[in-house]
Structures are given as structure tokens and as C-alpha cells.
């Protein structure tokens, strides 16, 4: 059964736990054993192979949209238009492959950016589409977590004519439907709200695109999920907005893209053509063209 990502990634970039009130940043952190026998599929991909070769590789999750995604032939998707950018800003072509998300997002940095997998595949150059988190970051030694792009947030979508003047918050779900998709972070928090009160009108699908589709025919009154996916599953009939949501501290999160920690030279330059990219409006411009608010992150 498909994972859901959204989720997945959110769950995973806090699964290691934030710090303790004054405690500094990954004070009980061990550190962990660098890789030291690399295999063929890693040796070389540095930034002066991939300039020589003339393509980089970017590791994409499958079935993502509006993110990544196959359809008639071809790979699409706003992470996509972002990859070829970077390969654009490098020189070179850019060369997807789609991966299913794993166990967590550590199995997926494992097996497509500072290992790879078992059976089949192999590491990435880049990997897209990564949440950061300042404390996972530091516990995953093998990869630098770099190029944050978006600010993504869990988000509500509605019919119209339910809510004409008065958009849905959480507590409306005691009585109306959401849609969401299953044991994604919206799913998560809508039934561990206190008591209870919203499971019983919680409708699962299998994703946020099948979500929304039960929403625009009218399956439910609303959905609820992470806003980009949202908005590509827009119609005429519904909207979408961002309300506060109660006791969600993971209700917004960083994406960014992850680099084997041997490649720091490729590391710099991806950030680099994402930075610029940032601040010419080129990254909004793709956003703007698949129907996506863009968040940039703040300035660090």
C-alpha cells in the first residue's frame, strides 16, 4: 500500500524529538559512523564528474503531485520544474528517477542518497523534496540537508456552497465530514482530537488527490491535508484556506533537498541556483504555473 508522504516526511524529520528547555541544539546527539566502503553507484559523483558527464540525478518521490509524478509518459511536477532549474544553473541535463517513499524519511536518504538500496537502484545526486528539521539534520551525519525552497503547511479545503461566508476550522468536524488521506498528518491530528469527537466523520482515501476528488463530488463537506496538495485538486465548487489549527506544532514544515555529506562543492552550487532562484522570482513563477502558493523560507 502507497505510504503517504506528507506525513511520512513530517513524522520522520521529528522523530528524533526536539530539544529539552535549555539544552543546546543535538547536546545528547552520538555521533554516527560515517560510511566508509562506498559503493561503485557513489564513488565519483562529485561536481566536477556530473559538469564532465553533463547530467545530474535527482531522486523524486512517485505518485506526488503536485510535487512529482508520471503522467502519459512524462514526469512532471513542481519539484521536477525546480530540478531542471538547478540543472539548468549548472549546465547540465537533469535525470529523474521515481522512488517510493520507505519506512521513514531515514530509509529514503539511506537508500537514494548515502547508500543505496538492496535490490535494485541506485544513489541519487540530489534528492528533492526534503523536510528539514534542525534536530534531525544534525542526527543524519551522511547527508547535508540544504536548498530550502518552501515553507509548506497543513491546510482546509471546502465546498463552497457549505461554508459561503464562514470557511471550516477543526471543530466544525464534530458535526460535518473531512476528507483525508489515510495515516497522513491531517489524518493524525483530526483523530487525536481530544475525546475523540472528530473520528467519526473522518473519511479516509487512499491520497490527497483521491481526497479532493470526494470533496468536489460531494462525498464530504471538506478536506484537509497539506496545502500544495490541496490546491491541485481545486475546482469551482471548492476553496481552500490555512486556519489556525490547535496543538499542531507540526502543522508547517520546511522542503528542501538532501546531498551525500562527501559532495559539499555539489552541495554549495544546488544551494546556490536555489538562493538565486529564490530572489529572481524564478521558483515563484514555478509555483505560480502549476496553481501553487509559494512560501519562501525566512533567510537564515
Same mark, same amino acid.
Do not use: D, T
Given at each position: 500500500m502507497r505510504?503517504?508522504?506528507?506525513?511520512?516526511l513530517v513524522v520522520a524529520a521529528l522523530a528524533c524529538g526536539?530539544?529539552?528547555p535549555g539544552q543546546a541544539r543535538c547536546a545528547d546527539?552520538?555521533?554516527?559512523p560515517k560510511p566508509q566502503n562506498a559503493s561503485r553507484d557513489i564513488v565519483g559523483q562529485d561536481l566536477e564528474t556530473i559538469l564532465e558527464r553533463g547530467f545530474i540525478t535527482f531522486a523524486a518521490y512517485e505518485e506526488f503531485p503536485p510535487w &512529482?509524478?508520471?503522467?502519459?509518459g512524462s514526469i512532471k511536477g513542481a519539484d521536477i520544474d525546480l530540478a531542471r532549474l538547478i540543472a539548468a544553473e549548472l549546465g547540465v541535463e537533469a535525470r529523474f528517477t521515481l522512488v517510493a517513499a520507505g519506512e521513514n524519511l531515514d530509509a529514503d536518504l539511506r537508500n537514494w542518497i548515502w547508500k543505496g538500496p538492496i535490490v535494485g537502484g541506485s544513489v541519487a545526486n540530489v534528492m528533492l523534496h526534503v523536510p528539514y528539521d534542525s534536530e534531525f539534520a544534525c542526527r543524519v551525519e551522511q547527508v547535508v540537508f540544504t536548498g530550502q525552497y518552501h515553507v509548506e503547511e497543513v491546510a482546509i479545503a471546502y465546498r463552497r456552497e457549505v461554508y459561503p461566508e464562514d470557511p471550516p476550522v477543526p471543530a466544525y468536524f464534530r458535526f460535518d465530514s473531512v476528507a483525508v488521506e489515510n495515516d497522513s498528518i491531517a489524518d493524525f491530528y483530526l483523530s487525536a482530537f481530544p475525546g475523540g469527537q472528530l &473520528?467519526?466523520?473522518?473519511?479516509?482515501y487512499p491520497t490527497a488527490a483521491d481526497a479532493m476528488a470526494g470533496l468536489d463530488r460531494a462525498e464530504t463537506k471538506a478536506a484537509m491535508g497539506p496545502l500544495a496538495q490541496l490546491e491541485a485538486g481545486l475546482t469551482a465548487q471548492t476553496a481552500v484556506h490555512t486556519p489556525p489549527l490547535p496543538g499542531f506544532s507540526a502543522g508547517t514544515w520546511t522542503a528542501g533537498v538532501a546531498v551525500?555529506?562527501?559532495y559539499r562543492p555539489l552541495a554549495y552550487a544546488v544551494e546556490d541556483a536555489i538562493a538565486a532562484a529564490l530572489q529572481d522570482g524564478r521558483i515563484a513563477a514555478i509555483f505560480a504555473a502549476h496553481g501553487l502558493s509559494?512560501?519562501?523560507?525566512?533567510?537564515r
Open positions: 505510504q503517504n508522504l506528507a506525513g511520512l526536539w530539544a529539552q546527539h552520538v555521533p554516527q &512529482s509524478y508520471e503522467e502519459a &473520528s467519526g466523520n473522518i473519511r479516509r551525500h555529506f562527501s509559494h512560501r519562501p523560507p525566512e533567510l
